[in-house]
Nanobody, 120 residues
Framework: QVQVVESGGGLVQPGGSLRLSCAAS????????MGWYRQAPRKQREWVAS???????NYKDSVRGRFTISRDSAKNTVTLQMNSLKAEDTAVYYC??????????????WGQGTQVTVSS
């Protein structure tokens, strides 16, 4: 399995930016498609973005054009650059293995996530 630790969350104003980081461990990371997910209060966890080992990306419609997922294989990290943040982006953000489509639930265990709050 791939072990992950998320960081970089915080409080930002609407329209602001934030960059989340995911530190991964395990030999499978280099060949695994990775993704970011989020869970807002009282809502189900949802897929946000995916990136394959060779850099192909896919995004949830509501974040496309605002969020950018990337990875650095040498550092075993996955990042999510979030721009033009909206109140509805408020959630706990998680990284995990993923399908490019985001359709299937990952088999890996979920980490603690990192809180993103967008508010005035």
């Amino acid at each position: 399995q791939v072990q992950v630790v998320e960081s970089g969350g915080g409080l930002v104003q609407p329209g602001g930016s934030l960059r989340l980081s995911c530190a991964a461990s395990g030999s499978a990371f280099s060949v695994a498609t990775m993704g970011w997910y989020r869970q807002a209060p009282r809502k189900q966890r949802e897929w946000v973005a995916s990136i394959t080992s060779n850099g192909r990306t896919n995004y949830k419609d509501s974040v496309r054009g605002r969020f950018t997922i990337s990875r650095d294989s040498a550092k075993n990290t996955v990042t999510l650059q979030m721009n033009s943040l909206k109140a509805e982006d408020t959630a706990v953000y998680y990284c995990n293995t993923a399908e490019l489509s985001g359709r299937a639930e990952p088999l890996n265990s979920w980490g603690q996530g990192t809180q993103v709050t967008v508010s005035s």
